[in-house]
């Protein structure tokens, strides 16, 4: 049974929607105002909209007006129907797009598909040159340890503390990566045909896992900034949950990716709640925690009331260098010899050299964050400049923290810039890669982890590669 859009809520996020010429018919305004909203991912992809007549009831409409709708979204490919079931929401099959200029001789393109940091190299060398001197003391042993090293899970389990987090040594397990820590628990906590509830838009590797786990993610659309303060739709959160039987619940509170958002505290204790209620087990990615740029946020999400069973995933390679692959999984010591045992079919521990090397980074914590969180600001504000001054249609709500930002572009073509901008000597990433089966058409995400003249000629390749692009179509326009 398809999750169904309810006629309220759908009232709700259309927002002013109403033509103000009357030579625009009402039904393709609201056709478009539709359209939009499954382009934006603010519509998932699969679920049903309303009856004809809830709809028509909630906006004051005549039913003709809102069959007339949803007969022009089933004409272009917005909604798809099935013989005795509600219509769904779908992507229509845009065509590709040729004849893309070639890419200026001599120009490597700049790749900005990746929002993860460099070394800080002094930082670094130093810890892993600690870790040479300690290594020493692990030769007597076999060197295998599922949950990790008893110094890093300790130094790790002192970070949360002084966060607000009261958190034992028995309560972390060590991982190679937090990838590798959310497939441990997708492969522990859900079955094949689960549903999972995620953000929507999120991160695309976490999506991957959940596929390849064969459970369903369910996506929950955040809201734009522009009309709520509050991100996350937790009414919308609780529904799917309940809608779905969902047995588990992945957010990215802090920071979030690709938005940048962050979960306002009593948001964090109601998200908690919810999942207390409806017993699904709720999985928070912290893995950007520590790159706050403006003001840290809020108190972990497993400090709220009755957080004893939130699960909180972090990593050591969005804070210190992505080729760092070391995280980490705080949960109940019961969960964690679950995941223990489940972790040999995979891997049998993370690498002792890396896990002593960051427990060195994790000890000296604020000396190493607080001047990458200098580079990360001016490489913030050099691009938010820069597609001020290039792209000024593009809008983009700046970021309070994290790696990058989430632009929206006028019309709906990212899945065709992403394709001939390497022509033009810069890669990116689509939109539709951090949604659930597409939709983002309209967004691109953009990391500032380059440097501020890199950010900028990124920014211009970009714009050269947008310009070619029909909105109408997608294609690229023919060059003369």
Same mark, same amino acid.
């Given at each position: ?43 998932? %992809?699969?679920?049903? %909209?309303?009856? /004809? ?25 917005? #909604? ?114 689960? !549903? ?10 976490? #999506? /991957?896992?959940?596929? !390849? ?34 047995? %588990? ?21 109601? #998200? ?96 190493? #964050? ?12 050099? %691009? ?56 983002? /058409? ?39």
């Amino acid at each position: 049974m398809a999750r169904v859009v309810g006629a309220s809520t759908l009232a709700r996020d259309l927002g002013q929607w109403r033509p103000t010429s009357r030579h625009r018919p009402v039904y393709r305004a609201l056709a478009d105002a539709i359209r939009l909203l499954v382009n934006d991912g603010r519509i998932p %992809l699969g679920v049903a %909209l309303p009856s /004809e007549r809830d709809l028509a009831g909630v906006l004051e409409l005549s039913r003709t007006t809102v069959t007339n709708t949803y007969a022009a979204l089933r004409e272009e490919g917005y #909604l798809q129907s099935r013989q005795g079931s509600r219509s769904t929401v779908a992507l229509p099959t845009r065509p590709g797009g040729a004849g893309s200029p070639p890419r200026p001789a001599g120009a490597a393109a700049i790749d900005m598909t990746h929002a993860a940091v460099t070394a800080p190299p002094e930082e670094v060398t130093r810890a892993y040159a600690a870790a040479l001197q300690a290594l020493p003391a692990y030769y007597s042993g076999h060197g295998i340890d599922p949950v990790g090293l008893t110094v890093l899970r300790r130094a790790i389990a002192r970070r949360y503390r002084d966060r607000g987090l009261p958190t034992e040594v028995d309560q972390i397990m060590v991982t190679s990566g937090a990838q590798q820590a959310w497939r441990l628990l997708l492969e522990v906590l859900a079955s094949p045909g689960d !549903r999972v509830v995620v953000d929507h838009p999120t991160y695309p590797n976490a #999506l /991957e896992a959940i596929r !390849r786990t064969a459970a369903r993610a369910v996506p929950v659309p955040l809201l734009p900034a522009e009309t709520s303060a509050a991100r996350w739709d937790l009414a919308a959160t609780g529904d799917a949950i309940r809608q779905t039987g969902a047995s %588990l619940v992945y957010v990215l509170p802090d920071f979030h990716n690709p938005t940048g958002a962050v979960m306002r505290a009593d948001d964090r204790a109601e #998200l908690v709640s919810i999942a207390h209620r409806t017993g699904a087990t709720l999985v928070v990615d912290e893995s950007m925690a520590d790159l706050w740029l403006d003001e840290p946020p809020p108190p972990p999400v497993a400090a709220a009331p009755h957080g004893h069973g939130v699960v909180t995933v972090g990593s050591a390679s969005k804070s210190y260098w992505g080729g760092l692959r070391v995280g980490w999984i705080r949960a109940s010591p019961t969960l964690i010899s679950r995941l223990a045992t489940s972790r040999a079919a995979e891997d049998i521990g993370t690498p002792i050299m890396d896990q002593l090397a960051c427990g060195e980074l994790v000890a000296r914590h604020d000396d190493v #964050l607080t001047p990458r969180r200098d580079v990360l600001r001016r490489g913030r504000d050099a %691009l938010l400049t820069a597609v001020a001054e290039v792209l000024p249609e593009w809008r983009v709500d700046p970021p309070p923290g994290g790696l990058s930002m989430w632009l929206r572009m006028p019309e709906p073509v990212s899945t065709a810039l992403a394709a001939v901008a390497p022509a033009h000597g810069v890669v990116v990433a689509a939109g539709p890669r951090f949604g659930v089966e597409g939709a983002f /058409e309209h967004h691109v995400r953009l990391p500032f982890t380059e440097s501020g003249d890199r950010l900028r000629t990124a920014v211009e390749r970009l714009a050269s590669a947008y310009r070619t692009l029909d909105p109408h179509t997608g294609t690229t326009r023919m060059v003369l």
